[in-house]
């Protein structure tokens, strides 16, 4: 209807063809019909329209045109949002069910498989895959039925017309695909250099301290410049290529019109074709080339997301990556605990070389017990203790507990009743908290109160995408399997975990240096204000007054920078921290209206001029740089140009050389850096202008600051900083160390101290852990088995950050709190081992058991008899 409407504006309403016989209407939406003659032939009226003028005619078939053009848009957009909702379902599924494969991957896998191409395949590679789910059956149907509806209705007008039009695209898809097929060679080849270049950039980043040791930072930039320009050569071909197939197939659309001019043209004058019908194959052609160049385009995204799909299934391939991931079912074996009879048989382990590190290897041990694997400085004690906590698969023979076959208990089993400590802990991103209790997350205990609305849809767009319905916002942590009753208990619980494995005074420390939020907790924080009361009670009665210098709304602290004296707060916007204060426009006009800018601007002169005299000479490094952290060595050349401008006179310091200065006075205390630039007069202008700030501020409604409030607690600023409401004084020697002791006896005083170590819980832990010592990551790494209350607990390497005594202390609570469970602990040597009820040796490649003396006479571990097992004769291979 919309391609015959063109020809029936020209014909019958501006020609006037439907009012030749004098008629001065003409009908209007007339609608009938005539049956073939094998159905009678009889006339069938629909309806007789109405009669218009020849101006309501040709509005009127407008007006339909114009109809026609909404609903065809209408059926684009329908057409469009479906395709796009099915292509983003199919997407979620497939990259769920990869990130499901990845899940599956053991260690062994990372040596075949790079983490970094593995998360760039999932999260962009596989893109096009999804978007193209949708095109993959809509786009033939819809495009071919558009373009085959204007082809037929040009052979309907002309059919010589028509001809040439299927001649034209005949050679378009006959040709384009052809050229093209280059086009996906270099696509292939771009994405794997593409893929390479990742890996090589995470490589050098994780790698990136040996690359500042060793200065090789133009070896890199020479690696990193080469791939980018292979990427680029091959990225150029595409191009040239690329735009050659496009340009052929735009002349090619835009030959059409030209035969529809000169032949089209050429049958109009010898009036075997009329002008409306020229028009309206015209208007029709123009509907025939944009969904034929979509489908030729179609066609090449086909055969490109083809060759995208088969690299992604080739790189988790089962046949590639086979034994080295897991199976994927969770299995239906009941989780009954890992005791009894332990039997290890024909156990052979090869290395990297081929040479066999344990070879025909058996033991038997009857569980719980403890068990040290005494290394004989090669790699088989921890080889060993890999097989046993299923953290390796390439091994051959059989370890059994019971009649089950170890390698074959379920994944669910395994996380729950066998815990791993390696040599590497591996945290993530998140507090210490959710790290310690990651092992308790395995899966939902209760769903939290959601909007069923949101919660349906969810749930329903889960089922369709074949991805989990359960919500990271239900109740995952399993209090039960730890003995908590709530939250609140399993802080308690992990903090005395955290305090017998020696991390106590740290997570004091952190809880210190945390903030709290008195809106979640209130009365916390108003037992934090009480404790600065009696702080303040505590310093006074004890002659210690003069250790820390509190914040006096009516006084110049000395112990302050200028610009904490002059806030009277904590910046909570970086737009009021460090230099970033001195360029504000809110804070320079509070300051102007002080007169303070000027005086301020004359102390930043005299710091740069004492600081280029002092740093004059010394190497970047210096000592002196840290203590007097006005100027970097970087920047002292900047600030010899604005100390010469301004003896030359050049512009009175305006401007940027103006501000630059400004910044140096506002990191200034007097008690530190002793430079004699601050006397009372200028304290107490100083003093005035914090109200005139605070007015300015507060005006301006900012909340870029926190101002302080001494019956407040200050939400912006540390735990430590509200319970001290001062500043450690810089002249009393060993001022820090008789605070902390005074806060550590109020804290205790007023029991604040598991409040303050629950706040040290939420400390952040960064990328990997890397915020925290290797002895803290390793307590926490250690910490997270213990919690989980395992069977079986293997320590392999995960005590080497600590010195041997405290290693030893270690092992002794570990020994301890392992008393019902099994313990299997790698040794460097025997120092250690005779704590333990057996000993495994290794020596040509065998196992041997040895029980320790203290076994003979020592009662079984765990109540009741145990099953049969093959008794352990010392020094013997089993």
């Known amino acids: 209807m919309s391609l015959d409407l063109p020809r029936q504006i020209v014909n019958q309403a501006i020609q006037g063809d439907a009012f030749r016989d004098g008629n001065p209407t003409a009908p209007f939406l007339h609608l009938s019909y005539d049956l073939p003659a094998?159905?009678?032939?009889?006339?069938?009226?629909?309806?007789?329209?109405?009669?218009?003028?020849?101006?309501?005619?040709?509005?009127?078939?407008?007006?339909?045109?114009?109809?026609?053009?909404?609903?065809?848009?209408?059926?684009?957009?329908?057409?469009?949002?479906?395709?796009?909702?099915?292509?983003?379902?199919?997407?979620?599924?497939?990259?769920?069910?990869?990130?499901?494969?990845?899940?599956?991957?053991?260690?062994?896998?990372?040596?075949?498989?790079?983490?970094?191409?593995?998360?760039?395949?999932?999260?962009?590679?596989?893109?096009?895959?999804?978007?193209?789910?949708?095109?993959?059956?809509?786009?033939?149907?819809?495009?071919?039925?558009?373009?085959?509806?204007?082809?037929?209705?040009i052979m309907i007008q002309n059919a010589w017309l028509g001809l040439i039009a299927l001649a034209v695209i005949a050679i378009q898809f006959t040709i384009i695909p052809r050229l093209r097929r280059e086009l996906l060679k270099l696509g292939k080849q771009r994405q794997l250099e593409s893929r390479e270049l990742a890996g090589r950039i995470a490589e050098i980043l994780d790698g990136i301290e040996v690359v500042h040791v060793h200065n090789t930072y133009n070896w890199e930039r020479a690696e990193i410049g080469q791939r980018l320009f292979t990427l680029f050569t091959i990225r150029l071909q595409i191009y040239n290529r690329k735009f050659f197939v496009k340009s052929l197939n735009?002349?090619?659309?835009?030959?059409?019109?030209?035969?529809?001019?000169?032949?089209?043209?050429?049958?109009?004058?010898?009036?075997?074709?009329?002008?409306?019908?020229?028009?309206?194959?015209?208007?029709?052609?123009?509907?025939?080339?944009?969904?034929?160049?979509?489908?030729?385009?179609?066609?090449?995204?086909?055969?490109?997301?083809?060759?995208?799909?088969?690299?992604?299934?080739?790189?988790?391939?089962?046949?590639?990556?086979?034994?080295?991931?897991?199976?994927?079912?969770?299995?239906?074996?009941?989780?009954?605990?890992?005791?009894?009879?332990?039997?290890?048989?024909?156990?052979?382990?090869?290395?990297?070389?081929?040479?066999?590190?344990?070879?025909?290897?058996?033991?038997?041990?009857?569980?719980?017990?403890?068990?040290?694997?005494?290394?004989?400085?090669?790699?088989?004690?921890?080889?060993?203790?890999?097989?046993?906590?299923?953290?390796?698969?390439?091994?051959?023979?059989?370890?059994?507990?019971?009649?089950?076959?170890?390698?074959?208990?379920?994944?669910?089993?395994?996380?729950?009743?066998?815990?791993?400590?390696?040599?590497?802990?591996?945290?993530?991103?998140?507090?210490?908290?959710?790290?310690?209790?990651?092992?308790?997350?395995?899966?939902?205990?209760?769903?939290?109160?959601?909007?069923?609305?949101?919660?349906?849809?969810?749930?329903?767009?889960?089922?369709?995408?074949?991805?989990?319905?359960?919500?990271?916002?239900?109740?995952?942590?399993?209090?039960?399997?730890?003995?908590?009753?709530?939250?609140?208990?399993?802080?308690?619980?992990?903090?005395?975990?955290?305090?017998?494995?020696?991390?106590?005074?740290?997570?004091?420390?952190?809880?210190?240096?945390?903030?709290?939020?008195?809106?979640?907790?209130?009365?916390?924080?108003?037992?934090?204000?009480?404790?600065?009361?009696?702080?303040?009670?505590?310093?006074?009665?004890?002659?210690?007054?003069?250790?820390?210098?509190?914040?006096?709304?009516?006084?110049?602290?000395?112990?302050?920078?200028?610009?904490?004296?002059?806030?009277?707060?904590?910046?909570?916007?970086?737009?009021?921290?460090?230099?970033?204060?001195?360029?504000?426009?809110?804070f320079r006009s509070a300051i102007d209206r002080a007169d303070l800018t000027d005086e301020l601007v004359r102390m930043g002169v005299q710091i740069a001029e004492t600081m280029t005299e002092i740093f004059e000479g010394l190497p970047p490094g210096h000592s002196l740089f840290e203590q007097f952290s006005f100027i970097g060595a970087e920047e002292l050349k900047e600030f010899e140009a604005i100390l010469r401008r301004r003896g030359r006179g050049e512009g009175n310091l305006k401007g940027e050389d103006r501000t630059r200065l400004l910044s140096l006075p506002l990191a200034y205390i007097e008690a530190r850096h002793r430079l004699g630039l601050l006397d009372e007069r200028m304290m107490g202008r100083i003093v005035e202008a914090r109200g005139l700030v605070r007015e300015v501020l507060e005006n301006s409604a900012s909340e870029g600051v926190e101002f302080y409030d001494p019956e407040r607690y200050c939400a912006a600023a540390p735990l430590r900083d509200n319970l001290l409401f001062g500043r450690i004084s810089y002249q009393v020697a060993n001022a820090r160390i008789r605070v902390a002791e005074a806060v550590a006896a109020v804290v205790r005083e007023l029991n604040l101290e598991q409040d303050i170590e629950r706040i040290g819980l939420d400390y952040q832990v960064g990328t990997a852990g890397r915020l925290l010592s290797p002895q803290e990551r390793a307590s926490v790494s250690l910490v997270r088995c213990l919690v989980k209350r395992p069977d079986i607990l293997v320590i392999d390497g995960a005590l080497a950050p600590f010195d041997e005594a405290r290693s030893q202390q270690l092992v002794e609570l570990l020994l301890e709190l392992f008393e019902q469970q099994s313990l299997f602990m790698v040794l460097p040597n025997d120092r250690q081992a005779g704590a333990f009820d057996v000993q495994l040796r290794f020596r040509d490649g065998k196992i041997v058991t040895e029980k320790t003396e203290k076994t003979a006479a020592q009662a079984p571990r765990s109540p009741g008899p145990k099953p049969d097992a093959p008794q352990r004769i010392t020094g013997e291979v089993v």
């Open 38 to 153: 094998w159905l009678g032939g009889s006339h069938l009226e629909i309806f007789e329209g109405f009669q218009v003028g020849r101006l309501g005619l040709l509005f009127g078939l407008s007006t339909l045109f114009l109809f026609f053009v909404i609903v065809n848009g209408a059926f684009k957009y329908w057409i469009n949002v479906a395709k796009g909702i099915l292509g983003e379902r199919m997407l979620r599924r497939m990259r769920f069910d990869l990130f499901s494969m990845v899940l599956r991957f053991t260690p062994e896998a990372l040596r075949t498989v790079k983490s970094s191409e593995t998360a760039t395949i999932v999260k962009d590679e596989v893109e096009p895959i999804g978007g193209f789910i949708g095109d993959a059956f809509i786009t033939p149907i819809f495009l071919g039925m558009q373009a085959i509806t204007a082809l037929v209705f």
């Open 250 to 586: 735009n002349f090619l659309a835009q030959l059409t019109p030209f035969f529809f001019y000169a032949i089209g043209g050429y049958f109009a004058l010898r009036g075997t074709l009329d002008i409306g019908q020229l028009v309206a194959v015209v208007a029709a052609y123009r509907e025939l080339p944009p969904p034929l160049k979509e489908l030729i385009d179609w066609d090449q995204q086909r055969l490109d997301v083809q060759v995208k799909y088969d690299q992604v299934t080739q790189h988790f391939a089962e046949e590639r990556l086979g034994p080295l991931m897991l199976e994927a079912g969770q299995g239906t074996e009941q989780d009954e605990p890992l005791v009894g009879p332990l039997v290890g048989e024909d156990i052979r382990v090869a290395g990297p070389h081929g040479d066999m590190i344990i070879e025909d290897g058996a033991f038997a041990l009857d569980l719980p017990t403890s068990v040290a694997l005494v290394s004989n400085g090669g790699a088989a004690a921890s080889l060993l203790a890999r097989i046993v906590a299923r953290r390796m698969q390439e091994f051959s023979g059989q370890v059994r507990i019971g009649e089950r076959d170890l390698a074959q208990l379920p994944l669910s089993v395994v996380g729950r009743r066998i815990a791993y400590a390696g040599i590497d802990p591996i945290l993530f991103p998140g507090s210490i908290r959710e790290n310690l209790v990651y092992g308790l997350r395995s899966k939902p205990l209760g769903k939290l109160e959601e909007e069923k609305r949101e919660m349906d849809r969810r749930v329903a767009e889960a089922l369709r995408t074949g991805n989990p319905v359960e919500s990271i916002s239900d109740q995952w942590v399993d209090y039960e399997r730890l003995g908590a009753k709530d939250e609140s208990d399993l802080d308690r619980i992990l903090i005395d975990f955290l305090d017998r494995i020696g991390m106590g005074d740290t997570i004091y420390l952190f809880g210190l240096a945390g903030r709290l939020n008195p809106d979640q907790d209130l009365a916390l924080a108003e037992r934090v204000v009480d404790a600065r009361h009696r702080l303040r009670e505590t310093f006074q009665s004890n002659g210690m007054a003069d250790l820390v210098e509190p914040f006096d709304p009516a006084r110049y602290n000395k112990q302050a920078t200028v610009a904490e004296n002059l806030l009277f707060g904590v910046p909570i916007s970086d737009e009021f921290r460090g230099r970033n204060l001195a360029e504000n426009n809110r």
